[in-house]
């Protein structure tokens, strides 16, 4: 059942990001999303930012006219969510190595504040494709882990794909656990690299979602739903889909390429 | 063990689950997947003619654990792109039936041939969506439209045909008897009912296409009833479809006069391997009572039961 | 304190909640217990021409508490009998509306005359029970039936007349526009959804008639899917039925397109003091919302809806 | 739900009645009713005669078909059984006068039993139309009540009406409450009695039951329902009501004479 809720919070955090607070009593765990509804327009799947206390968050870029749309929304305005779906983050690992672009810094937000929390050494690769845009680093620096930086235009940290960066952490440090998202091809990227280590690997994928709930098939990826079985995989599974990186499904259910 | 194979339309199956249309359905490797958990069968999305994004979401409102409200918009990636997914789930051994849905006997024709190409082994004709403008119910509730197009589907292909037929009707045993003159193998009831939910803090429908169509545990007694009355009109076999989540609820359907069920909202939350938790039940149920063969149990509710009169007493 | 009060069919309701028909409806001091409980007015079982003593049981099986399947079989006392009950009822002031049954038109003509002799301030005409053998929706099933049935009620009274349409129909909302082509100055909707339980250890249907009618909250998406699409052809107000049972529920129904609802199955265990519970409900949520009449919110959330189509995206 | 029991034993208590044993878990007091469902025929409310443990009981006389062919049903046979409904009896009196006629007694018994055991006093007048068709006066004085029978014809206790006994012990003795289960007149009696004497009076009512949870009307007494407000009412409410002892309502809903 959707529940009506107000945004209670809204902050700017890049130029093409927002986040939205609201109060959302159910329990919710690292790594989950929730369905967004935007009345009169759609409804959107969307990753928890925060997920602890009564008010829980989502952190929105905009990629096309819905993202564009609630960009301009105001404080105070009326959203339904339904949710938490989906599965977490491994609760345990001990040194964490974390590697996020874009948007995805969002996704993975909250799971490295529970790391910190449970006394984990949180490393944090963090890219973005401009200084302006980078999301999160203050906020993860702020709760204790060490974060390191890379931009496309080279605006902040190592000028690059982060990537890059996370190859050099991995061949200075020692971890028991990657955790990504972003871009499929940099998360594949992550994947080969935490196979190449032996370390295990995790990340959290999109794709279409309608139900939400494991029955329309819309979010298909190979044998997995990423509603359900997701949208935290092992990357070691994801390397194994043909369609990782390469494919997604569009609404109609065709392929198309990511 | 009882013996829980059974025949619908010349086809034997290895039990009498089938994974209903719609559901786990879009991808070849989803129906591989619910062949793999166990189902005696697994039915495709209803396909068209086109590609179809379908309606804008919200799609879905949940009720409790006893309903769900869905307006999909009968989202498929076309006739034309889906044989590879169909041979996917073919190559992993799944007994595949085709779905599909036009807006004309013509369209339906034609799109029978195409499915019928990609070695499936029946078709289901979609008669029934509720919230489809143009498709579904809209063609499928008259006889006259019921007729029109199984006898031109019929007439197309020789893949056995079933007609998938609405609740939201006067008189749901009417079109399935339709199907059947119009050389129909097998009739699937129901789809679903008919139903809106609507947001009063918002003053709006919930969902994005407004009417919506009802499932799960709160229609399967009006399946039971579809199934209870077509029984009693025709003589080839029937499907029950409509709120199953456990094997009691199949072995209601196939005393109502069900041959074979299907599963759909039931699937939600726990995926597929609910199909190989009801043939368990099912299973671990009839070898209990003792029952040999499911087969012996179609339309056991039927036999010595007489309608009372409302007369029948001081 | 928000205004309550609504008008349909010419008669003022001091609050939009009515006592659904077969509910506490055969005896007088019941209707009137349902009245001093705080129900805007009372709608009597269905009368008709003769003493009806319904089918044996059970009658009833319920569905956790989110559905109920009866069949009673339309007992009543007979029209003969029944003024009584009614004087009775309005000697307690209460606002009673007659709901009468028949077989033929002619039959609902002759039962109006009566029933409106009785002082009832309307008439609803059951066309939709979905279990007595020749009454109800056999009756009401096509639009030609309704018109029929209506028409010859019209001629005979002088009191409005409402006419009951059935949910199980290709197409409620035909019905409505027939009822109010032939001169019904109000529509209720929806009556119960027909529906079957079968006992598996048993082998028989639950219900001693079989077929029955399922009502309460599993219906409720089925009967605003029914008000929401009468309400975009006719003008004449509607009545909401199906189970609510608090005051969201009936602001859904209002919202929907409904000018006063009906509360049946949410009487059960809880007795006629729900009726006084949702209309507080209604009047908190109202008041909390800034809302000063609930008149203003009849049809809301039609305004400002589009039917999206399934090829709005890519 | 109807739930499907299988009948474990099967009693014969006088030529025309018979007790049934079933397991049933629902938690169920005495005084509360249970729909009856004999598969093929008739579903009827019968009072349970045992209430305790995991195997319930009713107790019931031939009145017409359907209870007639009742009595020759086996154990092992299948019944659907749902409820229980209704109220309970007073579970508080220290020193009870219970007024029992005919299968009246079957009703009355496990609230006796409980009394019994919470330490009250209690007097039974136990009433049937001959010796072999007394029911439960061994039940109940086995269980610590002090009883006094009576038979219309006299073959057992003092011949004639129960009452004549009850009012006998009202005038001997002191009573906080009196509980009573019977034919209509006798209850009526009973309940002028308790009015006179000032207890607190309470009596067990039947009328026509379909639906047994409040909906259909057809138990309707007065301004209650006695499958939702009763079976047991305070005699006092039941003296008020022109109906009671008189007419009741047949199927259709008709008033008929008792
Ligand atoms: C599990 C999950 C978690 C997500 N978490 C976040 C998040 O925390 N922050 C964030 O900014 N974005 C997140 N997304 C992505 C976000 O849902 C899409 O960016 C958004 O739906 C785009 O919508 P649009 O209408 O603005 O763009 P469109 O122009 O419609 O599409 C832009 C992109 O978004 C995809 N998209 C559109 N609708 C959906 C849908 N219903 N389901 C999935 N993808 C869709 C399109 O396929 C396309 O790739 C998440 C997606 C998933 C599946
Ligand atoms: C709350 C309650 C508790 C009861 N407890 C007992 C009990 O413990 N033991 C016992 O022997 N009897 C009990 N009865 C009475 C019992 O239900 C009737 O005797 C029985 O229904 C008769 O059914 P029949 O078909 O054999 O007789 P019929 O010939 O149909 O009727 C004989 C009498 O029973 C009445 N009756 C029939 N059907 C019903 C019905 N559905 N509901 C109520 N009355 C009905 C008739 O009106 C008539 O007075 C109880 C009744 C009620 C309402
Ligand atoms: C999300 C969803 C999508 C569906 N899509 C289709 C479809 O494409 N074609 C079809 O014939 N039925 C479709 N149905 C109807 C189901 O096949 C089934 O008839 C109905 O849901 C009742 O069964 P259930 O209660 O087990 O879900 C759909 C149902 C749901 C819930
Ligand atoms: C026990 C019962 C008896 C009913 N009897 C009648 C009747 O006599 N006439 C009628 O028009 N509707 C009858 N109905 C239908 C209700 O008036 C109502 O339309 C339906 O139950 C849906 O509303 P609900 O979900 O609030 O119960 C009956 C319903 C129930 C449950
Ligand atoms: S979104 Fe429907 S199956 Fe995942
Ligand atoms: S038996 Fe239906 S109201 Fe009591």
């Given at each position: 059942?959707?529940?009506?809720?107000?945004?209670?919070?809204?902050?700017?955090?890049?130029?093409?990001?927002?986040t939205w607070r609201f109060p959302y009593a159910e329990p919710c765990a690292p790594g989950q999303f929730v369905m967004v509804w935007i009345p009169g327009d759609d409804e959107l799947p969307m990753s928890l930012s925060y997920t602890d206390g009564p008010s829980k968050g989502v952190t929105i870029k905009a990629m096309g006219p819905t993202t564009r749309h609630i960009q301009s929304i105001p404080a105070g305005s009326r959203i339904g969510v339904r949710g938490p779906y989906g599965n977490q983050f491994d609760a345990t690992p001990r040194r964490l190595l974390v590697v996020g672009g874009g948007s995805g810094n969002a996704v993975l937000a909250p799971g490295v504040e529970r790391a910190l929390r449970t006394g984990a050494q949180v490393t944090c690769a963090l890219g973005a494709t401009t200084e302006r845009?980078?999301?999160?680093?203050?906020?993860?620096?702020?709760?204790?882990?060490s974060v390191e930086v890379a931009t496309d235009d080279g605006t902040a940290g190592t000028p690059g794909f982060v990537t890059v960066v996370a190859q050099r952490l991995l061949a200075e440090g020692a971890f028991d656990a990657i955790w990504t998202c972003g871009p499929e091809v940099m998360m594949r990227k992550v994947a080969e690299l935490a196979l190449a280590y032996g370390i295990p690997g995790y990340g959290s994928v999109e794709r279409h979602m309608k139900c939400a709930v494991g029955m329309c098939d819309a979010c298909s990826l190979g044998p997995y739903h990423v509603c359900l079985d997701g949208p935290v995989f092992r990357t070691e599974a994801l390397l194994s889909l043909e369609e990782f990186g390469r494919t997604k499904r569009d609404p109609s259910g065709r392929r198309v390429p990511l | 063990?009882?013996?829980?194979?059974?025949?619908?339309?010349?086809?034997?199956?290895?039990?009498?689950?089938?994974?209903?249309?719609?559901?786990?359905?879009?991808?070849?490797?989803?129906?591989?997947?619910?062949?793999?958990?166990?189902?005696?069968?697994?039915?495709?999305?209803?396909?068209?003619?086109?590609?179809?994004?379908?309606?804008?979401?919200?799609?879905?409102?949940?009720?409790?654990?006893?309903?769900?409200?869905?307006?999909?918009?009968?989202?498929?990636?076309?006739?034309?792109?889906?044989?590879?997914?169909?041979?996917?789930?073919?190559?992993?051994?799944?007994?595949?039936?085709?779905?599909?849905?036009?807006?004309?006997?013509?369209?339906?024709?034609?799109?029978?041939?195409?499915?019928?190409?990609?070695?499936?082994?029946?078709?289901?004709?979609?008669?029934?969506c509720p919230h489809a403008e143009g498709f579904g119910t809209e063609i499928g509730?008259?006889?006259?439209?019921?007729?029109?197009?199984?006898?031109?589907?019929?007439?197309?292909?020789?893949?056995?045909?079933?007609?998938?037929?609405?609740?939201?009707?006067?008189?749901p045993a009417g079109l399935a008897v339709a199907a059947e003159e119009a050389g129909a193998k097998g009739i699937s009831a129901i789809n679903t009912v008919r139903g809106l939910a609507i947001d009063t803090t918002l003053a709006r429908p919930v969902l994005a296409h407004g009417?919506?169509?009802?499932?799960?545990?709160?229609?399967?007694?009006?399946?039971?009833?579809?199934?209870?009355?077509?029984?009693?009109?025709?003589?080839?076999?029937?499907?029950?479809?409509?709120?199953?989540?456990?094997?009691i609820d199949a072995l209601e359907y196939v005393m109502a006069g069900a041959r074979a069920v299907e599963i759909g909202t039931a699937v939600a939350h726990e995926g597929v391997r609910v199909l190989g938790r009801i043939v368990r039940e099912l299973d671990d149920t009839l070898t209990e009572r003792g029952v040999a063969r499911l087969a012996d149990l179609v339309g056991a509710a039927h036999r010595g039961f007489n309608v009372p009169t409302a007369d029948a007493r001081p």
């Open positions: 059942m959707h529940r009506i809720v107000e945004i209670e919070d809204r902050i700017l955090e890049t130029p093409s990001t927002v845009e980078l999301l999160f680093s203050e906020r993860l620096a702020g709760a204790g882990a | 063990m009882a013996e829980l194979s059974v025949e619908i339309a010349g086809i034997r199956l290895r039990n009498p689950l089938l994974l209903a249309s719609g559901i786990w359905g879009e991808s070849g490797q989803s129906l591989a997947g619910a062949w793999d958990a166990g189902a005696g069968g697994v039915i495709t999305k209803s396909i068209g003619s086109e590609p179809r994004p379908g309606y804008p979401n919200p799609t879905v409102e949940e009720f409790g654990s006893w309903g769900m409200l869905n307006a999909m918009g009968l989202p498929n990636p076309g006739i034309a792109e889906y044989p590879r997914e169909i041979a996917i789930a073919r190559d992993r051994g799944a007994l595949v039936i085709g779905s599909i849905f036009g807006g004309t006997a013509e369209e339906f024709a034609r799109l029978a041939r195409e499915m019928e190409a990609t070695g499936v082994r029946a078709l289901e004709l979609n008669l029934s509730s008259t006889p006259q439209d019921v007729s029109d197009v199984v006898r031109a589907v019929v007439r197309e292909v020789k893949v056995p045909v079933i007609a998938k037929i609405t609740p939201n009707s006067a008189d009417i919506g169509g009802l499932s799960g545990p709160a229609i399967k007694s009006v399946g039971l009833a579809a199934v209870w009355q077509i029984y009693r009109k025709v003589t080839i076999p029937i499907i029950g479809v409509g709120g199953i989540s456990n094997g």
